[in-house]
């Protein structure tokens, strides 16, 4: 009898594609090591949207079905504060790449292994602010993502803010955003949104010739597709396919090999490593949903990601992950710049 666990993501994005993707290879993995518990893994995969409302039906429907031991996901942080709610008291769920911080602590029975934003901004500022940047702009997507992830990064950037600023993720032209910024002359820009609003703005520096530095945070991982615009930032992610660790470079192999080359992002390590975190309870517990919402909450030692160490705090953030500092090089790959960790 196999073991049922369920997955959901916006699996037509790509983020949710690749966050499937690293899913999927996990789930093959421990297949071919003989399962768990000598029972194959099954992955009931359903599509949330990234809509609140179909994630909730999504995660009432894996209520449901006394079949699924726990979830993978969801993928983005609107999903998940809304599936939360259903699988509070129900089913233990481990999002992936939802780090908004309102998820911290919403319930005993949902964790994730992202850090939250405003972690994460606040160790990007304290990177920003070691490498010697004094005078930063900040941009943010008037959303949760974006509005958690500025908050964050200006309470914690050591030097002087000469602007901040909501931009839309769908504008046309980010001309006078520039043009304002050589007149100011910030030395970093940091910019809280995802590749959707980075793209155009880098494009928009590099014509006009702004001579600054540009950071952004996990959203911004997809900017590697257009190293012609994007070489030189930074980018604060949580995970790189440069990484040197052991568990990284085995990851990033069998990725490979199993997507005909394709690299894996942030989001398929973050897949890949709830997946076998969630495995490693059905192995320690059996199928009892409580017993392993009671496993997850108290792992010990942590277990070895490829994004990191994985245990959780009483919140349900992931304890002591720190987010990876990079920057795209001129082939598009991150090269790791080095990592703000804390206790």
């Known amino acids: ?34 399962g768990v518990n ?17 994630a909730a039906k999504v995660a009432q429907k894996f209520v449901d079905d006394k079949s699924v031991s726990a979830v993978v996901g969801h993928v983005t942080s609107g999903a998940m504060v809304a599936a939360a ?23 005993k029975w949902v964790f994730r292994v992202i850090s939250s934003d405003s972690a994460n901004g606040a160790e990007m500022a304290k990177f920003a602010s070691r490498t010697g940047h004094k005078r930063a702009a900040i941009l943010y997507e008037n959303d949760n993502y974006g509005r958690g992830l500025a908050d964050a990064f200006r309470s914690n950037f050591d ?33 809280a949104g995802v590749v959707g609003s980075a793209l155009p703005m880098l494009a928009e520096a590099k014509k006009q010739g702004l001579k600054t530095d540009f950071m952004g945070g996990d959203g911004w991982t997809p900017v590697t597709e257009h190293p012609e615009i994007s070489e030189g930032a930074f980018v604060g992610a949580p995970f790189a396919p440069t990484d040197p660790r052991p568990e990284a470079r085995k990851f ?64 349900g953030d992931p304890a002591g992950k720190s987010v990876t500092m990079t920057r795209v090089a001129h082939d598009g790959s991150l090269i790791v710049q080095g990592a703000v960790s804390r206790p």
């Open 38 to 54: 000598g029972h194959k893994l099954q992955v009931d995969e359903e599509d949330d949207k990234a809509d609140g409302a179909t």
């Open 159 to 191: 030097g002087e803010i000469v602007d901040i600023d909501p931009i839309r993720a769908d504008a046309s032209s980010h001309e006078v955003y520039i043009s304002y910024f050589k007149l100011k002359q910030p030395d970093i820009v940091f910019i």
């Open 252 to 315: 990033v192999t069998a990725f490979k090999f199993a997507n005909n080359g394709l690299e894996p992002d942030g989001n398929a390590a973050l897949g890949y490593d709830a997946t076998k975190v969630i495995a490693a309870a059905l192995a320690a517990v059996g199928p009892d949903r409580e017993k392993i919402r009671d496993w997850l909450s108290h792992i010990s030692p942590p277990i070895a990601g490829v994004t990191g160490p994985i245990r959780f705090l009483p919140t």
């Open 1 to 34: 009898m196999p073991s049922t666990i369920g997955a959901a993501g916006p699996w037509q994005l790509s983020h949710g594609h690749l966050t499937k993707l690293g899913v999927e290879l996990a789930v093959k993995e421990i297949n071919d090591a003989g």
């Open 85 to 107: 709610q259903v699988y509070d008291g129900h089913l233990a769920a481990v999002a992936t790449s939802a780090s908004s911080p309102d998820l911290t602590g919403i319930s």
